[in-house]
């Protein structure tokens, strides 16, 4: 296996691992090592089918449920069918962390690319340990105690509108009462690495526990700018094959919706529980 790095803050590609056959412990645990060094990794062409990506995410821990909304790939109802053109624009383009309005927040997201456009369709990834590293002293303890509350956020625009036997209200009220809301600590500390990183992302975060509204808009405005840094951030042009995992604890991202009307499917598994953890938050 060779590793190397995209960029100094966030990424690294790894090569040399060949994905038509199982993938040896000692393997999978380099693998595992890696990415808790670098967050982001990135496989090149990496001919993997349906069945060994789920079995190569299963190794990394507990694989979550069919996603309640979005289709699957046939035959695999664990690795949601991400699709997108003019008849299906995407709803992920903005800076997130994904489901962090859940109890538990996933670990991990393995991605891999079936379809692409001739251009476009860029992923790009942050760093959330660099962002904290970044802060002024002083901004890093007026943070330290305070909690923010996430939810739904964006997603409210899938659940807004009216359906032939529901109104949008009466979706958002239900599915805000499935989901509900979860507070999590602004800085929080990696539970492998035990380094501090800003655990806020302006997709989900809809308010700062103690603030007026005013007072909570204003910190989430600036804590979105300064967390929106090139010198945090790696980029992804994608190639038909390509598969990328990325620690989901202390990363955004966000994926460009520049290609339309053109289409673009991905091929999503996502890792709950770290196994070497035993849980995660």
């Known amino acids: 296996m060779d590793i190397r790095r995209v960029t100094p ?16 412990a000692d393997l999978h645990q380099a693998i595992y090592d890696a990415l808790m060094s670098n967050l982001v990794l990135f496989f090149r062409d990496c001919t993997i089918s349906p069945e060994a990506h789920l079995n190569f995410a299963r ?25 997108n053109d003019s008849g299906a624009p995407p709803d992920t383009n903005s800076w997130h962390t994904d489901l ?20 476009g369709g860029d ?24 909690v923010a509350v996430h939810d ?13 036997n529901q109104s949008g209200e009466e979706r958002l009220n239900e599915t805000v ?3 509900g809301h979860r507070l999590r600590p602004i800085v929080e500390r990696h539970p492998v690495t035990g380094q501090k990183f800003l655990n806020f992302n302006e997709a989900f975060v809809t308010h700062i ?27 992804w042009r994608w190639s038909q094959g390509d598969m990328v995992m990325w620690d989901n604890r202390a990363t955004m991202h966000y994926a460009v919706a520049d290609y339309l009307p053109n289409y673009r499917c991905m091929n999503r598994v996502t890792v709950i529980e770290d196994r070497r953890l035993g849980s995660s938050r």
């Open 59 to 83: 190794d990394f821990g507990q694989i979550d449920e069919p996603h309640p909304l979005y289709p699957h790939v046939e035959g695999f109802p664990n690795i949601v069918k991400l699709e």
């Open 177 to 179: 009462g499935r989901f």
């Open 123 to 146: 992923t790009l990834w942050s760093s959330s340990f660099a962002a904290y590293d970044r802060l002024p002293s002083g901004m890093k303890q007026d943070l330290e105690d305070l």
């Open 209 to 235: 526990v103690g603030l007026t509204t005013n007072e909570s808009n204003s910190l989430r405005v600036w804590l979105s700018n300064h967390m929106n840094r090139p010198e945090d951030q790696v980029r």
């Open 100 to 119: 962090t309005f859940r109890q538990r927040q996933p670990f991990a997201s393995i991605l891999v690319a079936r379809q692409i456009p001739d251009c």
């Open 9 to 24: 803050a966030i990424g690294a590609e790894v090569r040399g691992i060949d994905f038509t056959q199982p993938i040896p």
């Open 152 to 164: 739904l956020g964006d997603f409210r625009n899938s659940f807004a509108g009216n359906t032939s």
